[in-house]
């Protein structure tokens, strides 16, 4: 009985199972030309690759910063230099001009000159009367006097720009040594070599003002001589004696 019972609930679970509906779980197969292969020569031909158009991209920059240092540099080279003495040069050369053109008497003219010696420093003229002759005598006097003077006010005025080229010249070199770029440098060096061009002229306007006074000096002391012997040549000549005459007295009382 037991035996029995076992057997047909055995039966009964089998038949169960076998009637049962069987769960299949699906298998996914990954296709071939989905699966990812690493391929390591692949792999540095392309880190490869990149490092070497990382370094182009690097060059560029670089050959594009120094293109703009090569840029500022140019800005540099052509700015101007932010400071001029032109014009205060100017100035001192013609305050000396204008002393030199206030020359008295015989100015710095060739012409005049000319005229001058031959009508007051020439050969005296035996024809000309003693009064004449000293007015010829006080003529040249002041021409040298004049001349002296005129040598004196062209030394204060040289003597007046010392101070102002010695500022200008301070400036300039200063400007020269902070100079951003060769224009700047170019353009300090210019005013420079102006500077020592109006000192140069100060320096002849002396000398000429110097040598002109000098020159009238000389000419006075050779005319002088000149005169002198004319005179003396008048006082030893015989004349006619002295001619006695009425004198009148008292207002003819």
């Known amino acids: 009985m037991t035996r029995r019972l076992f057997r047909s609930r055995a039966v009964l679970l089998a038949a169960r199972i076998f009637a049962a509906p069987l769960a299949i779980t699906p298998i996914v197969v990954t296709p071939a030309h989905a699966l990812i292969v690493f391929d390591p020569s692949n792999y540095a031909q392309n880190v490869l690759t990149a490092a070497r158009a990382l370094q182009q991209i690097t060059n560029q920059i670089t050959s594009l910063q120094n293109q703009a240092q090569m840029l500022i540099n140019q800005a540099r080279n052509l700015a101007n230099l932010p400071f001029s003495a032109l014009q205060q040069i100017q100035q001192s050369v013609q305050r000396t001009q204008q002393l030199l053109q206030q020359a008295q008497n015989i100015a710095f003219n060739v012409q005049q000159i000319d005229q001058m010696f031959q009508q007051k420093y020439g050969s005296v003229s035996l024809s000309a009367t003693d009064q004449q002759l000293v007015a010829d005598a006080r003529s040249r006097w002041q021409n040298t006097v004049g001349g002296l003077q005129d040598a004196m006010?062209?030394?204060?005025?040289?003597?007046?720009?010392?101070?102002?080229?010695?500022?200008?010249?301070?400036?300039?070199?200063?400007?020269?040594?902070?100079?951003?770029?060769?224009?700047?440098?170019?353009?300090?060096?210019?005013?420079?070599?102006?500077?020592?061009?109006?000192?140069?002229?100060?320096?002849?306007?002396?000398?000429?003002?110097?040598?002109?006074?000098?020159?009238?000096?000389?000419?006075?002391?050779?005319?002088?001589a000149a005169q002198g012997r004319e005179q003396r040549r008048r006082f030893l000549t015989p004349g006619s004696g002295y001619q006695p005459s009425n004198a009148q007295m008292f207002n003819g009382n």
């Not at 400007?175 to 420079?192: D, F, M, Y």
């Open 153 to 224: 006010r062209v030394q204060a005025g040289v003597v007046g720009n010392i101070d102002t080229n010695r500022t200008q010249m301070s400036t300039l070199v200063d400007q020269s040594q902070s100079a951003t770029g060769a224009l700047q440098a170019t353009q300090a060096g210019n005013q420079l070599l102006a500077l020592q061009s109006q000192q140069l002229s100060d320096l002849v306007a002396l000398i000429s003002a110097n040598g002109r006074a000098g020159a009238l000096t000389e000419a006075e002391r050779t005319a002088a």
